[in-house]
């Protein structure tokens, strides 16, 4: 799932690579892509990028003051091509969500892994009139987010699981289920433990880890293309995605429990006392 760090890039390497084109179409292959049709889709052709930002873990791209808002999910991305495919689109058919074409035969791809159908599009003049956007909660990498808020942010969420909490994005806006990992493996914290009982030294421990995590995933994927971010998350990852490996940190095996639809990857020492946690919903210890 692309998180903070890989929206940024992305919207850095899309401000590179096409500031200052015009649109010469935009097409959804997805019936369920598009989530608004006023402004329609067709107001972006003749209209020049301008700008590319994001919140949280939206992907914002201005041409001339109205915006296309991307929201990739769990298993979209984008994908700039140059030259771009001439081969027509067809509705429905395979990854292919959204293409917008550029002059100059160049633009980008956004494609879905999967068959979930969450990737989304969003045409408006004020990413504010989005509802998920303007529900999001504060920036991990905003002066805000300081210690103190983070507190605060913790005691709202309650008896939550502050796994949970972390990627709880009306929150924390921009942390995802690996991010969250690795910010809870550098805080030495279990992602079972109770949001609103972690003591003041805890919490210190985590913001300075979510703050690090991130600022650190920016670095690495600044300057890279596209193609190469997927890679770089992966390889930068310390528990994240390495179950049976061994802790960096300790040598001890990375763990995992599995949900449903995802799974979340800790290390036993460092984290839990050394005691694994059990494989299931319930935020229990194995005896």
Not at 107 to 114: I, L, P, Q, R, Y
Not at 152 to 176: P, S, W
Request: net charge neutral.
């Amino acid at each position: 799932m692309p998180e903070l760090p890989e929206v940024q890039a992305l919207a850095d390497y899309l401000g590179q690579v096409a500031h200052g084109l015009a649109v010469e179409r935009v097409q959804p292959t997805s019936f369920s892509v598009l989530k608004t049709y006023d402004p329609p889709v067709e107001a972006l052709v003749g209209r020049r990028l301008t700008a590319t930002g994001r919140k949280g873990k939206y992907l914002l791209v201005d041409h001339d003051g109205l915006f296309l808002v991307l929201h990739l999910a769990r298993s979209g991305w984008l994908r700039w091509k140059d030259p771009l495919p001439t081969t027509p689109l067809k509705m429905g058919k395979g990854p292919m969500a959204l293409r917008v074409r550029y002059e100059g035969d160049v633009g980008f791809d956004v494609t879905e892994a999967s068959t979930d159908k969450r990737v989304a599009a969003w045409v408006t003049h004020d990413p504010e009139d989005i509802e998920h956007v303007h529900t999001l909660g504060v920036d991990p990498l905003d002066a805000a987010f300081t210690t103190g808020r983070l507190q605060e942010l913790l005691a709202d969420a309650g008896g939550t699981q502050v796994k949970g909490a972390l990627t709880d994005q009306r929150l924390i806006a921009g942390v995802g289920n690996a991010y969250s990992d690795e910010a809870l493996h550098v805080a030495r914290l279990s992602p079972f433990k109770k949001a609103d009982k972690l003591t003041p030294d805890e919490v210190e421990r985590l913001h300075d880890a979510v703050v690090g995590v991130l600022q650190d995933a920016v670095a690495r994927s600044e300057g890279l293309a596209a193609k190469d971010l997927k890679s770089e998350k992966k390889s930068g990852m310390r528990v994240h995605g390495r179950t049976g490996q061994a802790c960096p940190v300790c040598g001890d095996t990375v763990r995992q429990v599995a949900f449903a639809t995802k799974s979340l990857q800790y290390c036993p020492t460092c984290q839990t006392g050394g005691k694994p946690l059990a494989d299931r919903r319930l935020s229990r210890l194995l005896k």
